[in-house]
């Protein structure tokens, strides 16, 4: 098994998490209702601990320790795609980003439960079951609003094709590709795309709203190049860890 | 500790350790203790987590290891694995039964494919009415979800089903 592919799988999937788990978490106290408040809490809690566990699987096969990976990397160390980076604008824009998002994550830990790589294949088993509440959730709630008034439906749409080129920004090749394939570990990020193309445009069919003209993809997040958001939002989430860092919690 | 160890025994002891956030069921009950290994005196505990973000999870392995302790164990290990994940299915009926008594809805017993079906007419834990509405799936703590009941009109919450 090709370990440096392997790493780069797990960390790009790990960061991401991160990421829009610490966004999610920029919601506590400020959702537009106090269900969607602790919905986007809560999500934020699942995800910064799913990125714990697959830092914690990095760990033992030589990587640093979780709080250190997460905490003391900078902007251009991390492989997260660029959408997950992107402020949270207003609520449409947020709930898109995690219909975009969690679909596709819901199908790659799909895809991992398989995974020739063991560690990987159990945590994925587990974290398939998680997900199944926030995909419930983006669902739930791009189809109300995606069907209710002219003002829901023109924001959806505008945050829709904002999105839309960082959301195929999520897909970006890996280096190891074909070493991920051949040996069993991920079906890759191809295979992907095209099982999330067709179950975004079933859940959009649903609704008023209209899929968005095929864009270029935003790349570049997966090797360490990122938008400006990033840096603040790492300076912000590790400034007490570092405060720190041999402080014991 | 001379004497041999008996694994009955550490389960029995292992039956005190109660989940922090809802002190009426032990860990056993809740399905979250996955294997108990006894070997030349050494007791290994193998745990596995509720929800992966659960941040109760490093109590809860102090906590076994405290209680055990406490009975004179003296080599304890507590390892958090995924070898046996949790679902709610491995909470037992007597957990089930405290965890209704506690004022929250036990989890429905399901395939292990939850979907939204399951969590509309849950059974309201005050007065047995299946008459009640999902509020939110997304709860106090990560492995809790929010109902209406339409007959007594009193929020409750249920243990999601995972």
Redesign the interface.
């Given at each position: 098994m090709n370990q440096t592919a392997l790493k780069e799988l797990l960390y790009k999937i790990a960061d991401d998490q991160l990421i829009l788990g610490h966004r999610n978490s920029e919601w506590t106290g400020m959702g537009p209702l106090l269900?969607e408040d602790?919905?986007f809490?809560?999500?934020a809690?699942?995800?910064?601990?799913?990125s714990?566990?697959i830092y914690q699987i990095l760990h033992e096969i030589g990587e640093g320790e979780p709080d250190q990976v997460a905490f003391m990397r900078n902007a251009e160390q991390f492989h997260n795609c660029q959408m997950v980076e992107l402020p949270n604008g207003e609520y449409d824009f947020s709930l898109m980003r995690h219909f975009l998002y969690d679909t596709a994550e819901a199908i790659r830990f799909d895809m991992l439960t398989k995974s020739s790589y063991e560690?990987l294949a159990?945590?994925a088993?587990?974290?398939q079951?998680?997900l199944?509440?926030h995909t419930?959730?983006a669902k739930?709630w791009i189809k109300q609003l995606g069907t209710a008034t002219e003002e829901s439906k023109s924001r959806l749409q505008t945050s829709f094709n904002e999105l839309f080129p960082y959301a195929l920004g999520m897909f970006e090749q890996s280096p190891y590709e074909n070493d991920i394939i051949a040996d069993g570990i991920f079906p890759g990020e191809e295979a992907l795309k095209e099982k999330w193309m067709a179950r975004v445009e079933e859940i959009i069919g649903q609704t008023d709203l209209k899929m968005p003209e095929v864009s270029e993809a935003k790349l570049g997040g997966r090797k360490g190049e990122h938008t400006e958001y990033l840096q603040p939002l790492l300076d912000e989430m590790s400034e007490v860890f570092k405060i720190d860092p041999t402080a014991d919690w | 500790m001379n004497e041999v160890i008996n694994k009955e025994q550490v389960l029995d002891w292992l039956d005190e350790v109660k989940d922090p956030e809802i002190p009426v069921i032990s860990l056993i009950d809740l399905g979250v203790i996955t294997n108990v290994d006894i070997t030349d005196n050494k007791v290994t505990v193998d745990m596995t987590p509720t929800f992966v973000g659960c941040p109760a999870m490093d109590y809860m392995k102090q906590d076994v290891v405290d209680v055990l302790t406490k009975h004179g164990v003296d080599n304890v290990e507590v390892n958090i694995s995924f070898k046996e994940s949790w679902n709610s299915n491995k909470i037992t009926d007597k957990g089930r039964k405290a965890l209704h008594d506690f004022g929250l809805a036990p989890p429905p017993k399901h395939n292990l494919q939850v979907d939204i079906d399951i969590l509309e007419h849950v059974e309201c834990p005050n007065c047995g009415s299946d008459n009640t509405i999902l509020k939110t799936p997304f709860g106090p703590t990560a492995c809790r979800s929010i109902h209406h009941c339409d007959s007594c009109h009193e929020t409750f919450e249920q243990f999601k089903p995972l």
């Open positions: 269900e602790i919905a809490s809560s999500m809690q699942d995800k910064v601990g799913q714990h566990a560690p159990l945590l088993k587990k974290i079951g998680e199944r509440y419930m959730h739930t | -």
